[in-house]
């Protein structure tokens, strides 16, 4: 795989995000016990940019997926203090416009409520560190609003899920800046939202079509839904789109049912179908997984080509490095529910900082030099408990004491880097053991809300 050209190809547009999530917890409340299958993980999305998420079986990569999709199945749920802010401007003003009732000025809040004030006495259990912040004074009402705390303080309705400031509040086109609150969606705000704005792409096409139907009718349906196109101009569209997913003789195929396509040709469709939507962010759980291998590289290629010609986000996820290495700009890596490390493709791969991201990269074909495919031995614990110590401590070579007795927390990886982060007690590499632990154990100090539903 060639990173170092492919990337300085890539000219991702580093504007401010378009997806901010934010300590996102979604846990499994069965009988048995509980899940905590994505546990206070925070990453962006900008436009135009590929983000990848990767990690092993089990690391909760998937559940990361639904849960910005709000698709996570029972008994699944995501809990308080989780936000995921929809930032894209344009999509923020629709909402406002078409969701007027539900939609609060965060100014006025702002001249109500005093955030650190709200914090320290202890109304909001919240702690700054899982925001990202390193003092109580930092954390901003459009924080708190975001995640969910406050319903407790009965400061906004149960259903508002828009936040804004504006100029002029009848003038949806006077919204300076505000973001729609993924996680507390419902009804047409949240069907709206998924299929709208945001599209998923799955491992199994044949998830996404109906057998029953033709694919160009499904092609329209997507456009009738999404785009109001309807009769002749509906199927001219639905053709040209299976053109641009590089389907050939797209105008006979359009009338063909999915069982007459082959694999990569209904994954095709399947993208073909959610570009009838007309997304912002497009999340591809594993699309090319069951795939060969010369069609997996052909999918990969095409999505490349689209987000470019399109200036889609993408939120990427696979287990496989060089895939990782192929398609994303930015890369977050996932282990047992937690964001191990995050970083710019390239630094990811030259300089990985994380003992699990080391193992994963020794695991590529090809890496090493006499050429012996090394994996990580043992598998992803579940994460059915709170984690007090690292989760990937049992199978670090690096491993030393306090991996026992001290969850590790994202932190920069050193002084230059603060674009990289890793959640190692070995990181900030600048500091001595002692004090990088000391700083881990500060910031990983959890509250106790971690259970409500
Ligand atoms: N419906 C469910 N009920 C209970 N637990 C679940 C459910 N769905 C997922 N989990 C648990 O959540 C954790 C994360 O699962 P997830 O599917 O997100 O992993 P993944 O990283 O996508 O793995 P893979 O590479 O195999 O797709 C796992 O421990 C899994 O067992
Ligand atoms: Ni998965």
Redesign the pocket.
Same mark, same amino acid.
Do not use: C, W
């Given at each position: 795989m060639s990173l170092q050209q492919s990337h300085s190809e890539r000219s991702a547009d580093r504007d401010a995000p378009i997806i901010e999530v934010r300590n996102l917890q979604?846990a499994?409340f069965?009988e048995k016990e509980t /899940?905590r299958?994505?546990d206070g993980i925070s990453f962006d999305i900008r436009a135009g940019e590929t983000v990848g /998420?990767v990690? +092993? !079986?089990?690391?909760?990569? !998937?559940?990361?997926?639904?849960s910005i999709m709000r698709l996570?199945? !029972?008994?699944?749920h995501i809990l308080e203090g989780s936000s995921v802010r929809y930032n894209h401007l344009e999509a923020v003003r629709e909402y406002a416009d078409t969701f007027g009732a539900r939609t609060v000025d965060l100014s006025d809040l702002e001249r109500q409520y005093d955030p650190a004030e709200l914090v320290s006495r202890g109304e909001v259990d919240i702690v700054p560190a899982e925001l990202g912040y390193e003092d109580a004074s930092e954390v901003s009402l459009a924080d708190i609003v975001a995640a969910g705390y406050v319903d407790d303080l009965g400061i906004v309705d149960e259903g508002d899920c828009v936040f804004v400031r504006y100029d002029d509040p009848d003038n949806p086109e006077t919204i300076t800046d505000g973001f729609v609150e993924i996680t507390r969606l419902s009804g047409e705000a949240e069907r709206k939202m998924r299929g709208g704005r945001i599209a998923m792409v799955f491992?199994d096409p044949l998830t996404s079509l109906n057998p029953v139907y033709t694919v160009g009718n499904q092609i329209k349906e997507s456009l009738r839904l999404h785009q109001g196109l309807t009769g002749s101009e509906a199927t001219q569209e639905a053709a040209e789109l299976l053109e641009a997913v590089g389907i050939s003789d797209a105008r006979r195929r359009v009338n063909e049912y999915p069982h007459q396509f082959s694999g990569g040709m209904r994954q095709r469709a399947v993208i073909a179908m959610t570009l009838a939507c007309d997304p912002d962010l497009l999340i591809c759980? +594993?699309p090319t997984t069951a795939l060969d291998v010369t069609i997996q590289a052909q999918i990969l290629e095409l999505l490349e080509d689209l987000q470019r010609e399109r200036d889609l986000s993408m939120m990427f /996820?696979?287990?496989d490095m060089g895939v990782i290495a192929e398609i994303a700009h930015r890369v977050n890596v996932?282990y047992?529910?937690q964001v191990v490390e995050t970083a710019d493709v390239e630094d990811l791969f030259t300089q990985p900082e994380h003992p699990y991201t080391r193992g994963l990269l020794r695991s590529i074909p090809g890496q090493q030099s006499d050429d012996r495919l090394e994996t990580i031995e043992g598998n992803?614990p579940?994460?059915?408990a709170p984690a007090t110590s690292c989760r990937f401590a049992p199978r670090c070579p690096e491993a030393f004491d306090a991996c026992e007795q001290v969850n590790p927390v994202p932190v920069p990886v050193d002084d230059e880097r603060d674009n990289h982060t890793a959640a190692c007690l070995l990181c900030p590499k600048h500091r001595s053991a002692e004090k990088a632990v000391r700083v881990h154990q500060q910031r990983s100090a959890r509250h106790d809300g971690g259970e409500s539903q």
């Open positions: 979604t499994f069965t /899940i299958a994505v /998420i990690g +092993e !079986s089990g690391s909760g990569k !998937s559940v990361t997926a639904r996570v199945d !029972s008994p699944g491992q759980d +594993e /996820i696979t287990h996932m047992a529910g992803v579940t994460p059915n």
